[in-house]
């Protein structure tokens, strides 16, 4: 984003929070951290089976990796992530929106289904030319804009023919829920939506936090109307002042039928404790609301 905290906004929220919850996941570390992460984000995935992947998907370069089992026709199960590492310190935006703990690629690891996909958002864990179109305003104001969108449909739609896959489940953490959400809206295959801390309507929630609005992105909220027959599960931290739940209530009152929309207060969570150590419990719940 282009705006920061005024003063009294900053007094009341905690600045590392802001770093670590607006903006996505946690700082990053000095030196290589870009290089390090890429390692990391590797090791992590190898280490439960996924392979890298590398989409060639629109006006971006899109990283991931993919656990394919060997039965079709099961749903294709697609984790996006969150805003990354955004911006570097309170008044300079980050070169690389690379996240040093991959939150989203954690809890996909986790998930037992048959074929599975992590997608990073653009620009994230890619290097030289594949970096094409990383402006900035990508992690910043147009983090949910209409190319965003487009680029990951693109590489889902890819291997979900791959895989020959039913249908598609998205999972998104903080704002890779905003982009499952509007992903969701442009698609009819999608069997399940599900997001962690996301942030749903951040026309609201730049009002509430005071700072710029994001003036290239599409809003979650202004499609809400679209999703309402998706059975979709939103886990929200009881004690989340990053994307409180006022913002994941006001994309659900969008709706004129909520019946098969579950809202999930998670006490004494915030925006990025504990998602991951839960998430097998959770992912249990939303799992549930997908077989009604």
């Known amino acids: 984003m282009t705006g920061h905290f005024t003063a009294k906004r900053a007094q009341r929220l905690r600045w590392a929070l802001f770093l670590v919850g607006v903006l996505g996941l946690s700082g990053c570390k000095s030196g290589g951290w870009i290089g390090d992460n890429r390692e990391l984000a590797r090791d992590i995935a190898g ?15 899109l990283a991931g990796f993919e656990k394919r089992g ?81 680029s990951a449909n693109k590489a889902i739609e890819r291997v979900k023919a791959e895989a020959r896959a039913s249908g598609v489940a998205l999972v998104g953490y903080s704002g890779g829920g905003s982009v499952a959400a509007l992903v969701a809206a442009e698609r009819s295959d999608v069997v399940r939506l599900t997001t962690l801390a996301a942030n749903l309507d951040h026309a609201l929630w730049t009002r509430q936090h005071e700072i710029t609005p994001l003036s290239g ?23 989340d002042d990053v994307v409180p739940a006022s913002v994941i209530e006001s994309y659900v009152r ?5 019946s098969h ?10 925006h990025d404790c504990c998602w991951i150590e839960a998430w097998p419990d959770l ?10």
Not at 98 to 124: E, G, K
Not at 254 to 258: F, I, P, Q
Not at 261 to 270: A, E, I, K, M
Request: charged share 20%; proline share 8%.
């Open 47 to 61: 280490s439960n089976g996924f392979v890298e992947r590398r989409f060639d998907a629109g006006l971006f370069f």
């Open 70 to 150: 060997t039965t079709p026709q099961k749903p294709l199960v697609v984790y996006i992530e969150g805003d990354g590492h955004a911006w570097s310190s309170r008044y300079h935006i980050s070169p690389d929106p690379t996240p040093w703990n991959p939150v989203s690629l954690r809890l996909a690891v986790q998930d037992s289904a048959p074929n599975v996909l992590y997608l990073a958002r653009p620009c994230q864990f890619t290097v030289g030319s594949e970096r094409r179109n990383c402006s900035p305003a990508y992690w910043t104001t147009h983090r949910f804009a209409p190319e965003v969108i487009e």
């Open 217 to 239: 992105s599409l809003n979650a909220a202004d499609v809400a109307s679209r999703l309402q027959e998706v059975p979709q599960v939103h886990f929200i931290g009881g004690s």
């Open 254 to 258: 969008r709706m004129t039928d909520t």
């Open 261 to 270: 929309v579950r809202t999930v207060v998670v006490p004494g969570y915030d």
């Open 283 to 292: 992912n249990r719940q939303s799992l549930l609301a997908e077989s009604r």
